[in-house]
Antibody
């Protein structure tokens, strides 16, 4: 059974940092694109970032470029999102998502999410 | 404000068909055949229903079909069933800084 378990969310002040982790199991982690997708309170889904199976290709949403860094540890089946210079508008539930098959643009399995609240 | 525009809600009776639209621009929906649709039930994770505009992942019934015309993609659900009730989101690849953009979601009610 595919499982994605996020951790690392919490309350942080504007300008602060957080590091999210996603522990993956039940599939060959090193074979799939992985994404972070978020949902702000009362809003829809928003794609944040993606990383290729071997870490060789990375993309970010314009709103987080230069502040967030995605990475992965294939040996330990873990995905990360380092979030710096956090803003109030980054407040959201952050989901770790596995890509569908070999595709870089579709989402198949989602974690339950971890809440990030940016507030003073 | 979501990048792709979907109706807030649609409804239909069991056995009927409904269509959910997803309108973007020539830089996303209109420019690429990388449109997907996701179904989400309350408290559950989204489920991939359609990809590449009109393809089904394994296990998705063919009552769900996708299409595209110009800058608008559509999801049609035929033979509506009670379990189809939920929220539906479209997503498209986009040729701009944010590579993947979502619609705001459509709530489907089965009457």
């Amino acid at each position: 059974e595919v499982q994605l378990v996020e951790s690392g969310g919490g309350l942080v002040q504007p300008g602060g940092s957080l590091r999210l982790s996603c522990a993956a199991s039940g599939f060959t982690f090193s074979s799939h694109w992985m994404h972070w997708v978020r949902r702000a309170p009362g809003k829809g889904l928003g794609w944040v970032s993606r990383i290729k199976s071997d870490g060789s290709h990375i993309s970010y949403a314009d709103s987080v470029k230069g502040r967030f860094t995605i990475s992965r540890d294939n040996a330990n089946s873990t995905l990360f999102l380092q979030m710096n210079s956090l803003r109030a508008e980054d407040t959201a539930v952050y989901y770790c998502v596995r890509g569908y098959s070999q595709y870089a643009v579709y989402f198949e399995y989602w974690g339950q999410g971890t809440l990030v609240t940016v507030s003073s | 404000q979501s990048a792709l525009t979907q109706p807030r809600s649609v409804s239909g009776s069991p056995g009927q068909s409904v269509t959910i639209s997803c309108t973007g621009t020539s830089s996303d929906v209109g420019g690429y055949n990388y449109v997907s649709w996701y179904q989400q039930h309350p408290g559950k994770a989204p489920k991939l229903m359609i990809y590449d505009v009109n393809k089904w992942p394994s296990g998705v019934p063919d009552r769900f079909s996708g299409s595209k015309s110009g800058n608008t993609a559509s999801l049609t659900i035929s033979g509506l069933q009670a379990e189809d009730e939920g929220n539906y989101y479209c997503c498209s690849y986009a040729a701009r800084d944010t590579l993947l953009v979502f619609g705001g979601g459509t709530k489907l009610t089965v009457l």
